[in-house]
T-cell receptor, first 117, second 113 residues
Framework: AQSVTQLDSHVSVSEGTPVLLRCNYSSSYSPSLFWYVQHPNKGLQLLLK??????LVKGINGFEAEFKKSETSFHLTKPSAHMSDAAEYFCVVSDESPTSGTYKYIFGTGTRLKVLA | NAGVTQTPKFQVLKTGQSMTLQCAQD?????MSWYRQDPGMGLRLIHYSVGAGITDQGEVPNGYNVSRSTTEDFPLRLLSAAPSQTSVYFCASSYAVRNNEQFFGPGTRLTVL
């Protein structure tokens, strides 16, 4: 069965320093992977997605993620954190069921990013 | 386009009451789903639908019913509310291709006393 593990529940960085949010996935087939961001008391917004094209994916607000099949990872990075990046980030896998032919989106438990002035 | 809309935004219920959370989308998406969000647990899939007349269970379906009579609407029914159903509920929709991103509604904050 597919699953997603976000390795850190909380990450703190200083403004202007790099951000690394880690995500590992388990999937029997060729998955699609997504990162979403949720600001406090808001809905979810797509940051970026991987769909078996380029392994390095660029998203909005300077974020990017690299798909590494050998490591089953899809870590999210940003070269320089901004105060407005403080939010919760979710890694998501979409995978097709071999039995039903349908697919589901499975969410990680989230990483709360704190940016220190 | 309004995107994905959810009503109500907030709701307080007493244990044993029933209610329906409404979700509608105007993007002609085939795929719709309901999630609940609880602290430290991410979003967990309750039910999903790949088109009108087709629904299936997610990870945490107990205590909830859904139906999909039209492409646009996907209501979630709580049959007999319990305090364990206190949560924030999100509806989402997408085209029925697995590499398409989901669009989320603003959420419904439900408290069951």
């Amino acid at each position: 069965a597919q699953s997603v593990t976000q390795l850190d529940s909380h990450v703190s960085v200083s403004e202007g320093t790099p951000v690394l949010l880690r995500c590992n996935y388990s999937s029997s087939y060729s998955p699609s992977l997504f990162w979403y961001v949720q600001h406090p008391n808001k809905g979810l917004q797509l940051l970026l997605k991987y769909t078996s094209a380029a392994t390095l994916v660029k998203g909005i607000n300077g974020f990017e993620a690299e798909f590494k099949k050998s490591e089953t990872s899809f870590h999210l990075t940003k070269p320089s954190a901004h105060m407005s990046d403080a939010a919760e980030y979710f890694c998501v896998v979409s995978d097709e069921s071999p039995t039903s032919g349908t697919y589901k989106y499975i969410f990680g438990t989230g990483t709360r990013l704190k940016v220190l002035a | 386009n309004a995107g994905v809309t959810q009503t109500p935004k907030f709701q307080v219920l007493k244990t044993g009451q029933s209610m329906t959370l409404q979700c509608a989308q105007d993007m002609n998406h085939e795929y719709m789903s309901w999630y609940r969000q609880d602290p430290g647990m991410g979003l967990r899939l309750i039910h999903y639908s790949v088109g009108a007349g087709i629904t299936d269970q997610g990870e945490v379906p107990n205590g909830y019913n859904v139906s999909r009579s039209t492409t646009e609407d996907f209501p979630l029914r709580l049959l007999s509310a319990a305090p364990s159903q206190t949560s924030v509920y999100f509806c989402a929709s997408s085209y029925a291709v697995r590499n398409n991103e989901q669009f989320f509604g603003p959420g419904t904050r439900l408290t069951v006393l």
